[in-house]
C-alpha cells in the first residue's frame, strides 16, 4: 500500500511540513499544569481544598523552621456560597515584597531544587499550584499578606499567574497594618467541596503527630470553635540541616558524565574528591584501584622458583645483559633473584620494580649504568622464568579452591587449560574479572570433554575467588577527566568502582528526622493508646541522596478495635493523604508477617486488624515520589528495605508487650482463682481443727511466685517487708503515704511533707528469694497508703492493711 508521502507531490509535502512547523509552539510550565492540574492533586474540588491546604501548610513549617521559630499555624476554611475561601497565616519571618510575587506567582520558583538536603518543598511547585487552582476554578486572585520581621508595616497583594509566560501578574499592591509582628497570610478562594473532610482532619491531625513542636489551630465551616493541636512538651525545632554533596553509591550514570563534564578538576582522583561526599585522598585511591582492575584488569601474580632454582633465574638475568662487566653482570643477576625468590608472588608490575631498584643499587655499587634497553632485557628474561610454571602454580589455586572428590588428573587438566588462557590472553598476563570467569569456564567446560570430569557452578565461582584472590592490581596511570566525558564505557567503570568500594555512609547533617523520642511523643500526643514503640534507622543512600526510614506503632487503649490497623505515612514530616494503595509503605506493610507480632492478619499477609496504628517517616534530600502531587514514595528497593527494618524493630516491642500482657493475664486468673480457694481452705482448716482461720496472704506471694509487701506497724516502730518470690531480681518503687512525721528512717528512705502528709520514698533492688525491709517511727496514730510501682499487678501481693 502507497504511503501518505508517497501520493503527494513535492510542493504538497513542503506545504503540509511548514503548516505543521507553524502549528508548533514551546509552552510554559504553567500553561501545561493549567490543563493538567490533576498531576498536582487537584482533580476534583474534594481533593484540591485538601491539596491547598497542605501546600499552603508544608510552606508555612518550612519558612518558621528555616528561621529558627517554632510554628504558630492558623488554617480557616469558610463556605461563601458556590465557592469556599480558604486562609492561612503563619508566624514565620514573612517574605520581602520583591520575593512574594514569585513565590506565590511563579510555577518552578524555590530556593531548595539543587540543595541537597531536607525539605518539605523542593521544585517550587506546590503553593502556586493552588494559587492557580483558585483563579483556575473562581476567578479571583489569591490575597498575601507578609510582615518581615522589625517591618513597620506589611505588605499585601492580589494577584493571579499569567499561564501563557509563568509570571506573576499583579492586580493589587498596598502596604498595610497586620496584628502580627511577623509572619505570611495566604487567602485563596476556590470551588471545593467538604466531602474530603475526613482525609483533611486526618492531614492535620498527622501532621500534628509528625511535627510535635508546631501549634496547629484548624476551622472549618461544621466547628463552633477552632480545634487546637498543642506542641508536644520538650518538642524542640527539627535540628538544622547542611546542604551536602551527593555521594558516590547512589549516583547513576548519566548523572556521573554531567558531572565529569561540569567539573573543574583535571584528575580523578580530584574529581571524586571534590564532587561526592565521605570521599578523601585514601578512598579516592581505593576508588581508583577498583577502576583499574575493571578497565586495565588485575594482574597475574606468580610463585618464585624454590631456592634449588633460584639460580636458573639468576643466569637467566645476567644473560640478558651485555656489556657491564662480568663481576656487575653477575651481582646484578643474583640481587634481582634474591629479591624475587624472597616474596610470595610476583607480577609484573612489581618485577619492573625490583628490577630498576636492582639496576640502581647494582649500579652505584659496580659503577655503571643499567639503561632501559637492559631492564626491560632482564624483565623479559625474569619474566619466563617466572611464568614457565603457571600449571603447578595454578594446580594448588584449583586444588584448594575444589572439594576433596575431585583427582589429582581433573585438577591438573583444569589447571592446566586455565594456564593457557593467562599464556594466550592479554599481555603481563592480566585479565577483568569477567575475563577471568571466561578463562575458568572455558577451561572447565575442555576439562569436562576431554578428561569426563565435571566442576559445577559453585566449584567454577570458587576457582575464580582464589585465583582473583592473587592477582594484583595494576599501577597503571588513571586517564584524565577528559578522557571520561566521551566515553560511556569508561565512565561506567568508574561507576562501578565508585559502587564497589566501601565508603562511610553520607552525613545526616542534611537531614532531620523526628527522633524515636519525638516519634513516641506525637503519637502520645494525639492517640491514646496503652503502648507505644518508635524506631529510627540510620542513614542509607539512594540515587547519591541520604535518606533515613522512622516509625512507630501505637496500640490498645482507645484505638479503633475493629477492622484494619491504621497506617500512617509520611515523607519530610509531610503526610501523604491519598494514594494510599501505590505507595512503598503500604506494600511493605501488607509484606509483612504481622502474626509473627501477635496481631491478627487475616489470609497471612495483607495491613492487619486490631486497635494499632502504624506510622512509617522518610527522611531525605530527595524522596522518591510516584507523581508531582507528591502523594505516595516510589518502590526503591533500598527504601523498602530501610521501612521493613524500622518496622519489624517498632514491631519486636509490640510483640514482647503482648506475649507479656497475655503472660500477666494468665497469671491474674491463677491468682484469682487460687484467691477463691484459699479463704475456703482457711475456713475449713478452722473447722477441723477448732482454732482461728490461719492468714493466708503470705502464702499467696509463694504460691504465686509474686513480689509481698507486707506493713508491721507496734508502738510507733513500722516495717515495711519486701520479700521476693519470684525467679528475678525485682526494683521497686515504695511510697508509704503517713498522716503523721515519719522519724528515724533507715537508709536509703527519704521523706516529703505534701500538705501535712509525709511521703515516705524507697527504692531498693530486691534479689531472688531475699527480702529489704524500710523502717521508720511514728509519734501517736497514724494512717498509712502504700504504693508499690515497678512491678506488674499480677506479680504484686499486699498485705499492708494496719
Known amino acids: 500500500m502507497p504511503s501518505i508521502q508517497s501520493t503527494l507531490g513535492d510542493e504538497e509535502e513542503e506545504g503540509i511540513a511548514e503548516e505543521l512547523a507553524e502549528s508548533q509552539r514551546q509552552i510554559s510550565i504553567a500553561e501545561f499544569f493549567e490543563k493538567n492540574k490533576h498531576m498536582l492533586g487537584f482533580d476534583s474540588g ?66 531548595r531544587f539543587h540543595a541537597r538536603e531536607q525539605s518539605r518543598g523542593q521544585q517550587g511547585i506546590g503553593i502556586s499550584a493552588a494559587v492557580l487552582y483558585s483563579q483556575l476554578t473562581s476567578g479571583k486572585p489569591a490575597k498575601i499578606t507578609s510582615r518581615t520581621k522589625g517591618s513597620a508595616d506589611a505588605e499585601y497583594f492580589e494577584l493571579v499567574i499569567d499561564t501563557d509566560d509563568n509570571e506573576p501578574e499583579i492586580r493589587h499592591s498596598e502596604t498595610t497594618s ?22 483533611l482532619l486526618q492531614y492535620i491531625k498527622h501532621t500534628a503527630v509528625v511535627n510535635p513542636h508546631a501549634r496547629i489551630t484548624f476551622k472549618e465551616p461544621s466547628m463552633d470553635e477552632a480545634e487546637q493541636f498543642e506542641r508536644a512538651e520538650r518538642a524542640d525545632l527539627p535540628a538544622e540541616t547542611e546542604e551536602i554533596r551527593p555521594h558516590p553509591h547512589g549516583v547513576e550514570l548519566g548523572t556521573l558524565l554531567k558531572m565529569l563534564a561540569a567539573t573543574d578538576s583535571h584528575s580523578v582522583s580530584g574529581f571524586v574528591q571534590s564532587e561526592f561526599t565521605r570521599v578523601g585522598k585514601k578512598t579516592a585511591d581505593s576508588i581508583l584501584d577498583e577502576f583499574r582492575d575493571r578497565h586495565f584488569g588485575r594482574e597475574a601474580a606468580w610463585k618464585p622458583p624454590g631456592n634449588h632454582e633460584k639460580s636458573n633465574l639468576a643466569r637467566a638475568v645476567a644473560g640478558a645483559v651485555a656489556n657491564k662487566g662480568k663481576d656487575a653482570t653477575a651481582a646484578f643477576g643474583d640481587e634481582v633473584a634474591d ?99 571466561e578463562y575458568v569456564d572455558r577451561a572447565a567446560d575442555q576439562t569436562e570433554e576431554y578428561d569426563d570430569a565435571t566442576f559445577g557452578d559453585t566449584a567454577r565461582e570458587n576457582v575464580v575467588m582464589e585465583v582473583w584472590a592473587t592477582l594484583v592490581t595494576v599501577p597503571d596511570e588513571v586517564p584524565k577527566v577528559r578522557a571520561f566525558v566521551d566515553d560511556r564505557d569508561v565512565a561506567s567503570d568508574l561507576l562501578e ?25 506525637g503519637l502520645k500526643k494525639e492517640y491514646e493508646a496503652d503502648f507505644y514503640a518508635a524506631s529510627t534507622r540510620d542513614a542509607d543512600v539512594h540515587g547519591g541522596d541520604p535518606f533515613i526510614v522512622e516509625a512507630g506503632i501505637a496500640y490498645g487503649g482507645d484505638l479503633e478495635a475493629e477492622g484494619q490497623a491504621d497506617v500512617l505515612r509520611f515523607a519530610n514530616r509531610v503526610p501523604l493523604v491519598y494514594q494510599r494503595g501505590a505507595c512503598a509503605t503500604t506494600d511493605v506493610v501488607k509484606s509483612i508477617g504481622w502474626r509473627n507480632y501477635n496481631l ?45 527494618l524500622a518496622i519489624r524493630e517498632a514491631a519486636r516491642e ?17 491468682q484469682n482463682v487460687i484467691a477463691s480457694i484459699l479463704p475456703k481452705m482457711a475456713e475449713k482448716l478452722a473447722d477441723v481443727t477448732g482454732e482461728g482461720e490461719p492468714e493466708y496472704g503470705d502464702a499467696m506471694a509463694r504460691i504465686m511466685n509474686n513480689v509481698l509487701v507486707e506493713r508491721e506497724v507496734e508502738d510507733g516502730e513500722v516495717r515495711l517487708v519486701v520479700e521476693n518470690h519470684t525467679s528475678t531480681n525485682e526494683s521497686v518503687e515504695l511510697t508509704d503515704i ?58 504484686l501481693t499486699t498485705n499492708t492493711e494496719s
Open 46 to 111: 474534594a481533593r484540591g481544598l485538601v491539596t491547598a491546604v497542605k501546600e499552603a501548610v508544608d510552606n508555612a513549617l518550612d519558612a518558621t523552621e528555616e528561621a529558627g521559630i517554632k510554628p504558630d499555624i492558623y488554617i480557616e476554611i469558610d463556605d461563601v456560597g458556590d465557592y469556599y475561601t480558604l486562609v492561612v497565616e503563619d508566624n514565620g519571618p514573612g517574605i520581602t515584597k520583591e520575593q512574594v510575587p514569585k513565590v506565590f506567582g511563579k510555577l518552578l520558583y524555590g530556593s
Open 178 to 199: 497586620w496584628d502580627r509582628t511577623h509572619g505570611t497570610r495566604i487567602e485563596l478562594e476556590m470551588e471545593a467541596n467538604m466531602r474530603a473532610r475526613s482525609q
Open 339 to 437: 629479591k624475587v625468590c624472597s616474596r610470595n608472588r610476583v607480577a609484573h608490575s612489581e618485577l619492573v620494580d625490583i628490577v630498576a631498584e636492582t639496576a640502581d643499587e647494582v649500579g652505584e655499587d659496580h659503577d655503571t649504568t643499567f639503561g632501559d634497553t637492559v631492564q626491560e632485557n632482564a624483565v623479559e628474561a625474569a619474566w619466563a622464568e617466572l611464568t614457565a610454571e603457571r600449571t603447578s602454580d595454578l594446580y594448588g589455586l584449583v586444588d584448594k579452591a575444589t572439594s576433596t572428590r575431585k583427582d589429582d588428573e581433573a585438577i591438573n587438566g583444569l589447571a592446566e587449560r586455565l594456564a593457557k588462557r593467562f599464556e594466550k590472553g592479554r599481555e603481563r598476563d592480566r585479565a577483568t574479572h569477567a575475563e577471568l570467569v
Open 497 to 521: 568502582a565508585m559502587k564497589e568500594t566501601d565508603i562511610i555512609a553520607p552525613p545526616t547533617n542534611c537531614l532531620s528526622p523526628i527522633t524515636d523520642e519525638l516519634v513516641e511523643a
Open 600 to 644: 491478627d492478619q487475616p489470609g497471612g499477609s495483607g495491613i492487619p486488624n486490631g486497635p494499632a496504628v502504624i506510622m512509617v517517616h522518610v527522611a531525605s534530600t530527595n524522596v522518591p515520589f510516584t507523581s508531582e502531587s507528591k502523594d505516595a514514595v516510589a518502590n526503591v528497593p533500598e527504601i523498602e528495605d530501610e521501612i521493613e
Open 654 to 670: 509490640l510483640k514482647s508487650y503482648l506475649n507479656k500482657r497475655k503472660s500477666m493475664q494468665k497469671r491474674k486468673k491463677k
Open 738 to 795: 503517713v498522716s503523721r512525721e515519719p522519724t528515724n528512717l533507715s537508709d536509703g528512705a527519704t521523706a516529703v511533707d505534701m500538705d501535712g502528709e509525709w511521703f515516705v520514698k524507697w527504692s531498693p533492688t530486691v534479689d531472688s528469694g531475699d527480702e529489704a525491709v524500710l523502717e521508720y517511727e511514728v509519734d501517736g496514730e497514724a494512717s498509712f497508703d502504700v504504693s508499690v510501682e515497678g512491678i506488674e499487678d499480677a506479680k
